[in-house]
T-cell receptor, first 112, second 111 residues
Framework: DSGVTQTPKHLITATGQRVTLRCSPRSGDLSVYWYQQSLDQGLQFLIQ???????AKGNILERFSAQQFPDLHSELNLSSLELGDSALYFCASSPPQGSTQYFGPGTRLTVL | EDQVTQSPEALRLQEGESSSLNCSYT??????LFWYRQDPGKGPEFLFTLYSAGEEKEKERLKATLTKKESFLHITAPKPEDSATYLCAVQAGDSGYALNFGKGTSLLVTP
């Protein structure tokens, strides 16, 4: 158990809908990262937040957005969902002075 | 552009048969190279971080090494419970702290 929690574990929805994925980092970690894992693309970095501020952006679609709240939990919002958005979404956190990222158990999103 | 290539894509070993997994990388300004283990449907589990060429780290049957162009994950006398996908990732100076992952090596260890 890495100490990073993610909810829900599974999410099934329809095309065009909007969903919110939630992540709580390890105690003491200030950075939160979001990654998408699909069969053909592997693990892809989406976005990073540090202590409430956006720090880095990767291959994140404009339909996707994220935020980190004062209690340091983070939410990833996915809208206008398409079939191709079906994937595992992972959250990771890292300590203030460290570079190692610890991953949560993931949310499996299925878009029908 | 940063690139991470892992080989082989899949590896089947008999219990006790040692081998190595390869991760070759091209980055500008390596901050760190990371190895993770991932079981099906689960989140990646951290194994090692390597920061500079010549560095080595060990944990049980696993040993990770780093050169200026590649990293190896050596598995000594593997057991069936070592079966998993092993992921290599790099953190580069020009991309902040984001991890750039390879596609992984799927390892199967048979009794």
């Amino acid at each position: 158990d890495s100490g990073v929690t993610q909810t829900p574990k599974h999410l099934i929805t329809a095309t065009g809908q909007r969903v919110t994925l939630r992540c709580s980092p390890r105690s003491g970690d200030l950075s939160v990262y979001w990654y998408q894992q699909s069969l053909d693309q592997g693990l892809q970095f989406l976005i990073q937040y540090y202590n409430g501020e956006e720090r880095a952006k990767g291959n994140i679609l404009e339909r996707f957005s994220a935020q980190q709240f004062p209690d340091l939990h983070s939410e990833l919002n996915l809208s206008s969902l398409e079939l191709g958005d079906s994937a595992l979404y992972f959250c990771a956190s890292s300590p203030p002075q460290g570079s190692t990222q610890y991953f949560g158990p993931g949310t499996r999103l299925t878009v029908l | 552009e940063d690139q991470v290539t892992q080989s082989p894509e899949a590896l089947r070993l008999q219990e006790g048969e040692s081998s190595s997994l390869n991760c070759s990388y091209t980055v500008s300004g390596l901050r760190g190279l990371f190895w993770y283990r991932q079981d099906p449907g689960k989140g990646p589990e951290f194994l090692f971080t390597l920061y500079s060429a010549g560095e080595e780290k060990e944990k049980e049957r696993l040993k990770a090494t780093l050169t200026k162009k590649e990293s190896f994950l050596h598995i000594t006398a593997p057991k069936p419970e070592d079966s998993a996908t092993y992921l290599c990732a790099v953190q580069a100076g020009d991309s902040g702290y984001a991890l750039n992952f390879g596609k992984g090596t799927s390892l199967l260890v048979t009794p």
